[in-house]
């Protein structure tokens, strides 16, 4: 090896290293919560939801039932680290509210909870794709994007999601390969 | 156990076909329609045509995952929960019911129920052409196939004109043509990249899919209604199986027996004769054995079982297993490739959309080494399947934002995207092989398989061509955000096997002749996967229905000579 590979790879491996230490300190310390803790943050996880895809003229997360969704899935489906990984970040969101507004998040109005998931989606990406994707490797998604990822899915499985929120053909019958795309067309919910 | 008098008359039938998967289920019907009254052994429980198809309808919110699987599922059967889904996880095997050693990484993914995998499959129906048979003869690798593609052409032509297969002539000499159905429709996106492809490439062209699925009534069956559901079972019988097609074609004649929850142990060898007398089945609801006899023997297992089966099936004549005189039984497992490739997105055409979910991509038939000067540092070559479609919400769930503006960006079609892959040829590897391990048992105290595979230097060198040129056509075509990929998939990922009793001239050096007849024990054809010389890169279900086809009609007419 010749003394530019040489530093360059000390170099990398420096990146690397502190990546995976600030990632470390920032996604792990945090997760000493209890999976009974889940059912009892029902009530937060529904407004999470409901503020990602809030009611307009269709129906919104929380009309959907996608807190059930939620915690189902993190009960049922989600690996242990996932879980963990969810419920600490429900920990951080509750403190960051408390602290910033005074109130839980559940209660905070809201123009102040977006602001509030703002922060955890800004704060959740280095800006640099292959940092984040070296992130994901080895400690999983953070929780704020693990969270919009369930409730999207959540919301666009269910009936009033999927029927009313998006379009869905049960027996399309024929394919259409070039439509005109209308202005109200709605993508499919089944692909 | 010894059966006698009546009860040997009750098991005695005029053939046995082993396994009901996609070729099976030919031999079937093709050996009842030919008047044998047969008898159709699958170790797994029977699926009945519509009646068993239990999640066909479902909407996505009747399912308590919505599609996922409990993590329980993954723990437990990783490979079955790896390649389904929760509306479709009751057509793959269970790990921790059918354990196999993997000496190398490789995934087997099983279809244990009658039907098999035609359930299940890909529908994707691909003719071989000579520059696929005369490959091995050639280049001098392997065998040389026993067979040209002028001694089948009448036979894909034979089993085209009962599955249904839709899709566009092209005159290609490296794909021939079928008897097609109707095409399906390529979009507007795949419609832009074609015409890109044509205008720039000499000997390139995208063309739809040629599927199993029908685009009218056939056969009395109902034209495919663009669910994409199919491996769910279809109701409409809208693709091919043997569960909508052959095998209630055989059922039809009065000639065919089913029995289901029947593993075969071994094929009896009957010393005096030189020919295989029936097989020996171990009956999983009961853990029995029982026998049955007949005069014709078809092995339709699937690649790696069928490959089992013989090397289980040992006597005085062959100690190492029936027709294994040359020892290639197990050898030269091949798989397709299918890791590498190239997507992107393309800015433009946002007025268009598509309605119904075609259950097909695109092709672009293979570009390279069609020529025998070409050379492109790897022997063989690969097609290129792929998918044109506009982001959807799965796509864009973690973009940025909330509130109202969020849920107006997931609930509108995204941008055009293509992603596309290379199909790609494994060469067979002597040293590519399935054993058996006397020292583990299954719990009918049946050895188990181990499989040991890898691709080598020329699929890795492939690959990266596929990447290259991947990009280069959508770059080409205008796309953005090219990105290639290599997901460095393991052996079985594409559920391509073949090669373990393999076909050819020579005795020596092969199991099989040119008619999927073993060369030593002239009553017993195989024409699953596992009779394939080489893998070509056409998905092969359709080779092996032809085969099959043309094994039984020759079978049938040895029988008739009383040559077997």
């Known amino acids: 090896m010749n003394r530019r590979k040489f530093i360059l790879s000390m170099i990398s491996a420096g990146i690397f290293g502190g990546v995976a230490l600030f990632v470390f300190k920032k996604w792990h310390f945090s997760a000493n919560v209890q999976v009974s803790d889940l059912a009892e943050r029902r009530e937060l996880i529904a407004s999470l939801a409901d503020t990602i895809i809030p009611g307009t ?14 915690v189902l899935y993190l009960n049922d489906c989600a690996t242990e680290n996932e879980r963990s990984r969810f419920l600490s970040g429900l920990e951080r969101v509750t403190a960051y509210a408390t602290r910033k507004f005074d109130a839980p998040f559940e209660r905070c109005n809201q123009a102040d909870r977006i602001r509030i998931l703002t922060k955890f989606e800004r704060q959740s990406t280095f800006g640099i794709a292959i940092l984040d994707k070296i992130r994901d490797r080895v400690f999983g998604e953070p929780f704020i994007i693990q969270l919009k990822r369930l409730t999207v899915v959540g919301y666009c499985t269910s ?12 027996i399309p019958v024929v394919y259409e390969p070039c439509m005109a795309l209308t202005p109200d067309q709605r993508v499919w919910s089944t692909n | 156990m010894n059966i006698g008098g009546k009860a040997k008359q009750d098991h005695t039938f005029d053939a046995i076909v082993v396994g009901s998967g996609i070729s099976g289920g030919w031999a079937a019907r093709e050996l009842c329609q030919k008047g044998l009254r047969t008898l159709l052994l699958d170790r797994g429980r029977n699926v009945e045509h519509i009646k068993d198809y239990d999640t066909a309808l479902l909407n996505p919110w009747d399912f308590k995952y919505r599609g996922a699987l409990p993590r329980t599922e993954h723990e437990r059967n990783p490979l079955q929960a790896g390649i389904s889904n929760e509306a479709d996880i009751q057509f793959f095997a269970r790990d921790e019911d059918h354990p196999y050693i993997q000496e190398q990484p490789f995934t087997w993914y099983r279809g244990y129920q009658v039907g098999g995998r035609s359930l299940t499959w890909g529908r994707q129906c691909y003719r071989w052409s000579d520059l696929d048979f005369e490959a091995n003869q050639r280049e001098g690798i392997s065998v040389d196939w026993p067979i040209r593609y002028r001694d089948i052409a009448a036979w894909y032509d034979y089993v085209e004109s009962f599955v249904g297969v839709s899709g566009r ?8 043509d079928g008897n097609f159905l109707p095409p399906m429709e390529l979009n507007c996106v795949e419609k832009h990249l074609a015409q890109s492809i044509k205008g720039s490439y000499e000997n390139r062209l995208l063309t739809i899919a040629r599927v199993a699925n029908l685009t009218r009534g056939w056969e009395g069956r109902g034209a495919c209604l663009n669910r994409n559901l199919c491996s769910r079972g279809c109701p409409y019988g809208g693709y091919f199986s043997s569960n909508s097609a052959t095998i209630p074609a055989a059922m039809a004649t009065g000639n065919l027996t089913i029995r289901p929850f029947s593993i075969v142990s071994e094929v009896i060898y009957d010393e005096h004769t030189a020919r295989a007398a029936g097989v020996r089945v171990v009956d999983t609801l009961t853990s029995e054995n029982v026998e049955f006899f007949a005069k014709i023997i078809f092995v339709n297992a699937s690649t790696i079982a069928t490959a089992a089966i013989l090397l289980k099936s040992k006597s005085n004549r062959f100690p190492d297993g029936l027709g294994n005189d040359s020892g290639q039984v197990g050898r030269n497992l091949m798989d397709h490739h299918s890791s590498a490739g190239a997507m992107g997105v393309y800015d433009g055409m946002k007025e268009f959309y598509y309605k119904g979910r075609r259950p097909c991509g695109f092709l672009i038939p293979r570009y390279r080494n069609i020529d025998a000067n070409e050379s492109n540092g790897f022997l063989r070559g690969y097609n290129v399947q792929g ?3 506009r982001k959807e919400w799965l796509d864009q769930a973690v973009m940025p934002g909330f509130g109202p503006s969020f849920k107006d960006k997931i609930t509108k079609p995204g941008p055009w995207f293509v992603w596309m892959a290379g199909w790609g040829e494994c060469l067979p590897y002597q040293d590519n092989y399935v054993r058996l391990d006397p020292s583990s048992k299954d719990k009918w105290g049946l050895p188990l398989v181990a499989i040991n595979f890898s691709f ?4 890795k060198k492939m690959m ?4 290259d040129t991947c990009t280069d056509m959508l770059t080409n075509a205008g796309f953005e955000q090219v990105d290639s990929f290599n997901y460095n998939k393991v052996g079985g990922s594409t559920i391509h096997e073949m090669g373990t009793a393999r076909m050819g001239r020579d005795p020596s050096t092969s199991v099989l002749n040119g008619f ?5 024990v002239k009553n017993v054809f195989i024409s699953d996967g596992s009779c394939m010389t080489s893998s070509a890169c056409q998905n092969p279900s359709l080779t092996y229905m032809a085969l099959t086809a043309r094994a039984c009609d020759y079978a049938v007419s040895e029988l008739k000579k009383g040559n077997i």
């Open chain 1, 57 to 70: 003229s269709s129906p919104g997360a929380g009309e959907a039932g996608v807190a059930s969704y939620i």
């Open chain 1, 159 to 170: 009936e009033l999601g999927a029927t009313r929120g998006l379009a869905y053909d049960y």
């Open chain 2, 169 to 176: 002539k092209e005159g290609l000499a490296q794909l021939p």
């Open chain 2, 387 to 389: 998918v044109g479609k």
């Open chain 2, 456 to 459: 080598r230097d020329n699929e």
């Open chain 2, 464 to 467: 990266e061509d596929i990447k």
């Open chain 2, 516 to 520: 999927n007849q073993m060369h030593a």
